[in-house]
């Protein structure tokens, strides 16, 4: 079992820049991050989730959509259990929920939201001036 909790996002205006944060632990003993992928989506009001890119066991990082490329950013801190999303020159069509998410244990990145089995609780980003 593996839990994952979002952090960082706000009310931005637009051009501007946020951090997100998605702290991952585990329940059963031997947890360790470094065995999972972790993805990040979004969910605009009206709108179904969507992928935003993925980081890899390996710290390859996979990036969906064309909206988001050369803005948006995934990296992740194993020593921290940590997965962040750099995001940058943010616009209005940035708005929405942000969940980060993982598949089951060393399942590689995939950008269909079916295939990932935890879920964060989401953390809301409005993009405003």
């Known amino acids: 079992q593996l839990q994952l909790v979002e952090s960082g996002g706000g009310l931005v205006q637009p051009g501007g820049s946020l951090t997100l944060s998605c702290e991952a632990s585990?329940?059963?003993?031997?947890?360790?991050?470094?065995?999972?992928?972790i993805g990040w989506f979004r969910q605009a009001p009206g709108k179904e989730r969507e992928g935003v890119n993925c980081v890899s066991i390996s710290g390859e990082s996979s990036n969906y959509g064309n909206s988001t490329k050369g803005r948006f950013a995934i990296s992740r801190d194993n020593a921290k259990n940590t997965v962040y999303l750099q995001m940058n020159n943010l616009k209005p069509e940035d708005t929405g929920v942000y969940y980060c998410?993982?598949?089951?244990?060393?399942?590689?990145?995939?950008?269909?939201?079916?295939?990932?089995?935890?879920w964060g609780q989401g953390t809301q980003v409005t993009v405003s001036s």
């Open positions: 585990g329940v059963v003993s031997g947890f360790n991050m470094v065995d999972y992928a």
């Open positions: 998410a993982a598949p089951l244990w060393r399942v590689p990145c995939q950008e269909e939201r079916w295939r990932y089995d935890y």
